[in-house]
């Protein structure tokens, strides 16, 4: 397995694509209060948006990542909001929070930053910290991205490569097709799939949106 590497956030604190909600939790903030959830884990949380965005909504927050920079960022944020986050850094390969902590949970654009090993390790992980009847979002990056051929990229192993240029410089990716993604969820219940392109000004990216429920 490949431990995490984590993401330098020098360049991105003021740009507000990484500080505003992903529009998908708005959705899941609206589903998971009607169902009654409210202990929530922000996992891979970056600069806190999303942690943020659900403590304001009344869920109970931990929020864990690690880059201890970004982990400054979203305390520093909470306090400004006047809500309180549980934070903790650390590798996503192993949670420190015991089995059936949580009844909802939020992966975004995070934990495919390992090889295949370390993915399949982190949804086992996901899955343990997971209540019985919890769901989750988990975001998947796709065989379609024009970086999964980037010629510059270091191959690590079958649809695992690391940048050698840009912004993600040094960090893994698994990339990987619809079959691959219902192999890895195996053990789950899925309950929405989506394939999506996101553009920007600079570049489009391809991701799998899949909410799941753990029986």
């Known amino acids: 397995m490949m431990n995490s590497v984590p993401w330098s956030w020098e360049d991105k604190t003021e740009n507000s694509r990484w500080l505003e909600p992903a529009e998908e939790v708005y959705y899941l903030a609206d589903r998971w209060r009607r169902q009654g959830r409210a202990r929530l884990l922000d996992l891979g949380s970056g600069l806190g948006r999303h942690s943020i965005f659900f403590a304001l909504r009344g869920f109970t927050v931990d929020a864990f990542d690690l880059s201890e920079r970004g982990m400054a960022a979203l305390e520093q944020a909470a306090r400004e909001r006047n809500v309180r ?22 992966a975004y654009h ?96 391809w991701h799998y949106f899949v909410l799941v429920r753990k029986p």
Do not use: K
């Open 85 to 106: 986050v549980r934070t903790r850094t650390g590798d996503m390969l192993s949670l420190p929070y015991e089995a059936g902590s949580f009844d909802c949970l939020v």
């Open 110 to 205: 995070v934990i495919f930053h390992t090889n295949r090993a370390g993915l399949e390790q982190v949804i086992a992980e996901i899955r343990r910290v997971l209540a019985p009847g919890a769901e989750a979002l988990v975001t998947f990056n796709s065989v379609r991205n024009a970086s999964f051929l980037r010629q510059s990229n270091r191959i690590v192993e079958p649809r695992t490569v690391v940048p050698t240029e840009g912004h993600e410089a040094g960090i893994p990716h698994h990339h990987v097709d619809e079959s691959e993604i219902r192999e890895l969820l195996r053990a789950f219940e899925i309950l929405r799939f989506n394939h999506l392109e996101e553009i920007w000004d600079d570049h489009s990216s």
